[in-house]
């Protein structure tokens, strides 16, 4: 088992930038492929980006590329999603989820554990 804590969600107006964390437990941790997901209301929860067991390699989604960066520090058991330019259409609940495989998937199902989430409320 792992546990996964998000934090850093909040409230910040269109443009500004917030870091999310989350923090995991249990398993090691560097065993994993981390990534983000987020769900609107009354939409599915969709892709943000992940990141390999080691950093060596990276996905993002189209919407986020350029603006979002994922990173991990396996020392701290964190993964990071730093997010600028933040836009309206990027409010959210924000997730972390971990994955075995080897490969920084986009698909949800591929992910075995899932924090509790963090909102992200941005306005205009």
């Known amino acids: 088992q792992v546990q996964l804590v998000e934090s850093g969600g909040g409230l910040v107006q269109a443009g500004g930038s917030l870091r999310l964390s989350c923090a995991a437990s249990g398993r090691t941790f560097s065993n994993y492929v981390m990534g983000w997901f987020r769900q609107a209301p009354g939409k599915e929860r969709e892709f943000v980006a992940a990141?390999?067991?080691?950093?060596?390699?990276?996905n993002y989604a189209d919407s986020v590329r350029g603006r979002f960066t994922i990173s991990r520090d396996n020392a701290k058991n964190t993964v990071y999603l730093q997010m600028n330019s933040l836009k309206p259409e990027d409010t959210a609940v924000y997730y972390c989820?971990?994955?075995?495989?080897?490969?920084?998937?986009?698909?949800?199902?591929?992910?075995?554990?899932w924090g509790q989430g963090t909102q992200v409320t941005v306005s205009s």
């Open positions: 989820a971990a994955d075995q495989a080897d490969w920084p998937s986009r698909g949800k199902y591929a992910y075995d554990y």
């Open positions: 990141i390999t067991k080691r950093s060596e390699a990276i």
